[in-house]
């Protein structure tokens, strides 16, 4: 996607230069000795993704253009077979701007081509004030972003 002002693409910023990343956030980074996290890709917060039914945070991608997908470079080759199982998913972090830390399932439906984060998902966006009104409904503008990192001190990852 084209921006305007000639402005850089998102994914061209480093971490370090993104101004809603807090001091908690990147002390946690720090103490995790985490690799420089880079951009994987954004999406606005649908109502469907904050439905504490439905529990999980998607990102679609049609089986045709999976091989384009941002995350798919994301995961080793000894990760993305936990990724695809229909069973289990992958345990992974996840660290709000706040540095607080969730553990999420990362997992790849065909069924309805998507990636879904699961099994925390739902602490994530309460913990974040991401919650639809009392009628149900979400009418705020939110962008989420994924960035991903690499640490050792994270067990089973």
């Not at 980074?29 to 954004?42: D, E, I, N």
């Not at 089986?63 to 995350?71: R, Y």
């Not at 553990?103 to 991401?130: M, P, Q, R, V």
Request: with cysteine.
């Amino acid at each position: 996607m084209a921006s305007s002002g000639g402005a850089p693409p998102r994914g061209m910023i480093p971490f370090d230069q993104v101004l809603a990343a807090s001091d908690e956030l990147r002390g946690c980074l720090a103490a995790l000795r985490a690799t420089a996290p880079s951009y994987v890709m954004g999406k606005p917060l649908t109502a469907s993704d904050v439905d504490r039914n439905q529990a999980r945070l998607l990102f679609s991608y049609k089986l045709e253009f999976l091989a384009q997908c941002p995350l798919m470079r994301c995961f080793t080759d000894l990760e993305m077979p936990r990724v695809v199982d229909a069973g289990g998913g992958l345990l992974v972090t996840a660290l709000d701007r706040r540095g607080r830390s969730y553990d999420l399932t990362c997992k790849y439906l065909a069924s309805n081509f998507g990636y879904h984060f699961i099994a925390g998902w739902n602490a994530f966006h309460e913990g974040n004030g991401l919650v639809p009104d009392s009628q149900g409904r979400f009418c705020r503008d939110v962008h989420i972003e994924l960035w991903a990192f690499r640490s050792l001190e994270l067990p089973n990852r």
